[in-house]
Each structure stands twice: as structure tokens, then as C-alpha cells.
């Protein structure tokens, strides 16, 4: 498990979209090729974690460095982008980043002499000569590289890499983000003349897990699947395949949700935790031990939550592709 001591250093490319997400304090990425397929420079956004650091690559310069403010978390393309990205999906990942310009802005072309050496063998972001890689977004980079190029920018970047990592930067792990997002697409529903004030009524209850929804939940499942807490009065309809993702029937969908207390649904919806189709247990390296430990999870021990139906299947599929906290490798 790795929380916040097992801290991670990044290199971002982003020449396209540098301003917007400096000034905006994260990074943003899709989440798969224009083809649907996997991409690792993408995946990668699920692994970040408050307290990484980032160096930022733009115009051949490391023009930033960042510090991560959050985990990854789902997130619509910036409106800020504007025509930048045309293939890129509708939704994607985002990170909150605390940026700051460093004393001195490094042209790693320059000084390959030193760094050639020290990148990583697989998702390079530097061909051996220097030159940059325009299909790398966020590439992770060994920390004898990182030492190193923080040996070149400056004594700023040095200082911040030898601190312990802030535990105050995981209460900024709520990607408050998520709850903008649902606010936008709630506001969608009510100025939707097409739906019925009652059915409007419905889609809005269920997003908090609750009304009609909830109600569907119950003639599935019985009890929260990890907790087994079965008094529905403890208990929050929680959608497999989120809210914010998904259709107005799978909104209502009973088998498109699980019942479980409030701290599990908060680590499933975040995608700190998953399941397998077999109902095995996941949990994503990025969740904080202790914490999980609060929250009733036995972390170390194998859990098997019981069978699902063959929907509840396909949504946790869904799940554990585009929620769960733990990167693919690309194919």
C-alpha cells in the first residue's frame, strides 16, 4: 500500500495545453486513444498521488514543477482547451497540481550527458538525444532522474523533493471537481423539457443514492457487501457505473447499484476500491492504509463479497475500467 510516504515523480508534455492547466492548477488528460485504445501515458493519471511531483515540458524547457494536490479522478475535458484535442473523449482524468515556476527554466536537450542515461527503459518522455516525444502525456521517471534534474533546475526543486510529503494535501483528495460536474449535469435534467417533473424528481434523488433508485437497489441487494450493515436507514444506493457516466435508465437501473454504508460508497465511488466479476475485493495501491482500516476494510486479507447478477457484472467491468484507481498497462 502505497499512501502518501511513497511519494512518485512525473514528467508532463504539455505544449498544447501548458496555460490553461497552469493557471487552472492540474493536469487533464483523456482517458484512452481517439481508436478506444488503451494508452499508458493516460493510465498513468490514476496512479498520481497528493504529494508527487511533476516536472513540467513545454517548448523544449522544464517550464514548472508541480506538487500533486489530489488523486485522479473523473472529470469532463476543460472548456478552456477550446479547439485543442479535437479526438480527445468527452470525459477524462484530472489531477489537482500546486505549480510553481522554478529558479531556472532547464533545457534537458542540453544536458543529456547527464540525464541519457538515467531515463527509463519502457515510456520514455525524452528520446536519447534530447528531443521530446509528442505521443507522451504524463510518463513516470525513475527518481535518480529526477534528482538529477532537480540538481539543474535549483535548490527550490531540491528542498521540496527532500520534504516529506504534506498529509494535509489528502483531505484535497475530494475531488470537488466530481460534485461541479454532477451539479452541471443535474441542472441538465431540470431545464429538460422532454422529462416528467416526477421522473426529473427520480434522477436527481438517485444521484444522492436515494428515492426511487434506492428503492430498486433493495430488490437486489440486501446488505452493504463489505460492512454488512442491513438496515436501509444506514445504507446509500450506490451506482456501479456512476451517476455522472451514466444514461437516465441506468441512473434508475437497480442492478446498475450496490447497497453500502457511506465510507464504502465514498472509497467506491472514488475508485479507491472495486470488484471483481467473481466478487472479489480490489484496492487500489493509491488508498491510505489507515484509513481503509477506519473504514471497516481488512487490508492484507483476501475478501470475497459474494456472487453478482450478469449486469452487475458489466457495470463493474465499467468500473474497474474507467473508476478504480489502478492503471492498465497498454496493450
Keep these: 500500500m502505497s499512501g502518501l510516504g511513497a511519494r512518485r515523480f512525473w514528467w508532463v508534455n504539455q505544449n498544447q495545453t501548458f496555460e490553461h492547466e497552469f493557471r487552472g492548477g492540474y493536469l487533464w488528460s483523456p482517458k484512452e486513444n481517439a481508436n478506444g485504445a488503451r494508452n499508458q501515458f493516460y493510465e498513468n493519471m490514476r496512479v498520481v498521488a497528493p504529494g508527487d511531483v511533476v516536472f513540467s515540458f513545454r517548448d523544449t524547457l522544464i517550464a514548472a514543477v508541480g506538487i500533486a494536490t489530489s488523486y485522479g479522478y473523473e472529470s469532463p475535458k476543460p472548456a478552456e482547451f477550446g479547439s485543442a484535442g479535437p479526438n480527445w473523449g468527452r470525459i477524462g482524468w484530472r489531477v489537482d497540481v500546486r505549480y510553481f ?142 451517476w455522472r457516466d451514466s444514461s437516465n435508465a441506468e441512473r434508475l437501473h437497480g442492478e446498475n447499484g450496490l447497497l453500502l454504508t457511506p465510507s464504502i460508497d465514498h472509497l467506491f465511488d472514488r475508485g479507491f476500491i472495486s470488484f471483481e466479476g467473481t466478487g472479489e475485493l480490489l484496492v487500489s495501491e493509491r488508498a491510505d492504509e489507515a484509513s481503509l482500516r477506519r473504514m471497516g476494510i481488512r487490508v492484507g486479507e483476501k475478501l470475497n463479497v459474494g456472487s453478482f447478477t450478469r449486469q452487475q457484472k458489466s457495470y463493474l467491468e465499467f468500473h474497474r475500467e474507467s473508476v478504480f484507481l489502478q492503471a492498465r498497462r497498454a496493450q
Design 101 to 242: 515556476v522554478p529558479q531556472r527554466a532547464v533545457k534537458p536537450k542540453q544536458h543529456m550527458h547527464i540525464l541519457a542515461r538515467l531515463l527509463p527503459p519502457k515510456y520514455s518522455p525524452l528520446r536519447p538525444d534530447g528531443n521530446g516525444l509528442q505521443s507522451v502525456y504524463l510518463a513516470s521517471i525513475p527518481v535518480e532522474f529526477a534528482q538529477a534534474l532537480a540538481g539543474l533546475i535549483g535548490e527550490d526543486v531540491r528542498r521540496t523533493m527532500s520534504e516529506v510529503p504534506d498529509p494535509s494535501f489528502a483531505k484535497a483528495a475530494a475531488a470537488k471537481g466530481i460534485d461541479e460536474w454532477e451539479e452541471h449535469l443535474q441542472s441538465q435534467i431540470r431545464q429538460d423539457r422532454a422529462l416528467p417533473e416526477t421522473e426529473k424528481v427520480s434522477l436527481i434523488k438517485a444521484r444522492r443514492g436515494q428515492g426511487i433508485f434506492k428503492e430498486n437497489v433493495m430488490g437486489v441487494e440486501s446488505a452493504c457487501r463489505i460492512t454488512r450493515v442491513d438496515n436501509p436507514v444506514h445504507l446509500i444506493g450506490s451506482h456501479i457505473k456512476p
